[in-house]
């Protein structure tokens, strides 16, 4: 047997959540981490020595007007070098079986340096009463006029800050009879508001999605696609 994803590591967990940070902290240790968390750090003198900090990005500016309380605390135990990561950056390496980079990767890179501007780009946002996430890259189903249903892949997430809501800009998927959706990069794109989001969608491919065993009557009660790419690709491929 080989090592856990984070053997070794020393990281520091800060959420605004409680419920939230034990779970994580549950999870990192399992995975070989050792985990520092504020009341570790207060515990102790000066700086603390860990490889990166984690946080969840969609409760830290510019998602909210400043930050919480706990992640202020605790960024005077951080070292000026240490990286600061998103969550997520720990939940794609437990996907992936691997420990993903540290750096280089602007999806999980944490910054408290927003500037003036009354937008800025983001890579995931979490709305509705669940807190659904949605992350740059997700399949989408969302509407734009009343009792319609578009489909498509958010391409890009611009948040407006003082809590104005955002913008998605997302890339149609165009629809080709009943359960299948044509998936083609040259696709239109449009922008729609964060509100007209109606949840995530999954896509298979062709040999996998007729291999479901049930599927609504109505493609329009379903959040699951067969994926299809345009002709001239498919001769590509």
Partial sequence: EGN?????MKIALVTNNPMEGIDWKMILKACGATVKTLSDSQKGKGKINVDCCLFTSTSLPPHVVSSPAEVSNFMRFIGD?????DLAWAHQSIIQRKRLPLSGDQRYSVSFDHGMSNTCHVFAIKRGKHGNRYEVGDLVQF??????????????????????????EIQLLEPNGDFNLVDCPSSAKITVKEGNLQGNILMLGTRDFHKLGYLPKNSRKSNIFNQMVPFNESQMM
């Fill in 143 to 168: 509407s734009r006029v009343p009792k319609t249903i578009l489909h498509g892949r958010i391409v890009a997430i611009n948040l407006e800050k003082q809590g104005k809501g955002c913008n998605l």
């Fill in 81 to 85: 070098d240490v990286p600061l990561l």
């Fill in 4 to 8: 856990t994803i984070f053997h070794g």
